[in-house]
Structures are given as C-alpha cells and as structure tokens.
C-alpha cells in the first residue's frame, strides 16, 4: 500500500463535494489508503457563513447569483439522486473517516497528521493552512490552483486573467507558507475561450481528479515543474474589478452553461 492520503475541503456541496467523489475512486484504483476527510466550514478570503453568498450577490449582481443559485440547486438535486446528501458519504458508502470541524487548528486534525506515518494531505479549502501543521514531519501538503502559477496567485484568478488578457489553466502545488507559492508539481495549460467562469470551472473541477493523481505521481518521483510563467498576486475583486471584467467581455455565468453540469456530477 502506498502512503496515506487525508483530504481537508470546505463544505462545499456542488463543486468539492462532486470533486472528491470522482478523486476517491482513482486513488484508491491507483492504490492509495484515503485516511481521513475533514470539512470545514466554508470561506472566501475573509468572508463566512451568509456573508460569501452576500459577496457574491453584492459584486456579481441579481441576475448572475440567480443564475448561480438555480446551477448549485440543480447540482445538489443530482447529487440527492445519487444518494449523495454531504460528505458523510463517504463515511457511509466508502468507510472513509469523515470528521466536520470548525477551525483548522483543530487540535484532532493536528494530533492525526503528527503521527510517523508519511502522507499526502490534499488541500481544497480556503482556510490558510497554519505553520503548526506546514512543519510536521511527514506530511505533504498539496494545493489546487486554477491559474498557470505563479501567475495569479489569490482568488478567483479567471476574473484577473481576463481583465489582463492572459492565459488560463491549472496548477497543482506544495503548500508553502506564502500563498500558492510552493513548488509546482504539475500544470495545464487551457489553449480556450472561455464563455464564462463557470465554463473555465467545469473544466477545471472535470479535470482536477485527474491532475491530482499525476501530481502525487510527480511529487513521488521528485519530478516538479519549473516555473516559466510571470510571478503575480491578486486579492478578491470588489465591483470596480468586476465592471472591468465585464468591459473585457468577461461573464460569470452562461445559459449554455447549465447544458455541461454532468461535467460536474458524471463520472471521470
């Protein structure tokens, strides 16, 4: 058996919660022990609970967080279908511990990760990952990025990468103690025009399984990518970013778009 695999997410039940469902099965197929799962609530840079839908009313306006609310609405009905309610699914369905927390300090968290084991802990969540855990021994942390790193680095880099023009894609990487900045252990890069953000997502989260596994493949053979792309940070867009957004062509979501959400809930 290879080394144990630990997940931390934000409770996110349309496009984490579908991303891990379609993770766990490769890995496992590609012989790794998924240890543990554990959920925290969600967050978007300094915002939580009610106030990330806020946020996203607040910038995008009405008519988009309409559009968003019915696309999450459609995905989590799907997921019901399945029989697929949260992420104690895969305590459930898969035998996989799946522990809800509030903090990523949580002193259980930091108790299982200290053990001698060597392991993989996948990262999909928003909470910055404290130097506590960075410096315990034996544990790898690993990031996705939906941007070619270090370019646009931050949130929600498809909203920069138009603004400047610039190449999309997905990096996947070291968590360091400076934000998405570690080395990188793979990278993609999407020669597309996007519709929207959620047409760039869908073939991100589609994807993501996928890169995943290569990376831990990468990082077990010490094989990282160089960087070749222009370093750059970004912070979360307020309504003057996002009026540039759009006078770039820029949307958030399409109609078109709801005719590929089985990119989300489908099989891999």
């Not at 012989?31 to 806020?54: A, E, Q």
Request: proline share 3%.
């Amino acid at each position: 058996m290879k080394n144990e695999i630990n997940i931390i997410t934000d409770n996110d039940k349309c496009w984490l919660l579908n991303t891990i469902v379609k993770l766990v099965p490769l890995l496992e197929k590609n012989g790794f022990n998924i240890k543990s799962i554990w959920v925290l609530p969600d967050k978007l840079s300094y915002l939580k609970s009610y106030n990330i839908p806020f946020w996203y009313l607040k910038t995008f306006g009405l008519i988009n967080f309409i559009k968003l609310v019915i696309f999450y609405l459609i995905v989590i009905i799907k997921n019901l279908q399945r029989n697929i309610k949260n992420f104690k699914y895969f305590d459930l369905k898969k035998n996989i511990k799946t522990n809800y927390i509030t903090s990523i300090n949580d002193e259980n968290l930091y108790k299982m990760l200290k053990n001698d084991k060597q392991k993989y802990n996948l990262i999909f969540t928003n909470h910055i990952i404290p130097k506590k855990l960075l410096k315990l021994k034996n544990n790898n942390f690993i990031n996705k990025h939906a941007s070619l790193l270090p370019s646009f680095r931050g949130l929600l880099p498809f909203i920069w990468t138009k603004i400047l023009n610039s190449s999309n894609g997905i990096s996947i990487h070291l968590v360091s103690e400076e934000i998405d900045n570690g080395k990188i252990l793979f990278q993609k890069k999407y020669n597309k025009n996007y519709s929207s953000m959620i047409n760039f997502y869908l073939d991100i989260f589609w994807d993501t399984p996928k890169c995943i596994l290569k990376s831990i493949q990468n990082l077990e053979s010490k094989n990282f990518y160089a960087p070749k792309y222009k370093s750059s940070t970004f912070s979360l867009p307020n309504k003057k970013d996002f009026k540039r957004f759009k006078e770039c062509g820029g949307k958030v979501i399409n109609l078109d778009d709801f005719k590929f959400i089985n990119k989300i809930v489908g099989k891999i």
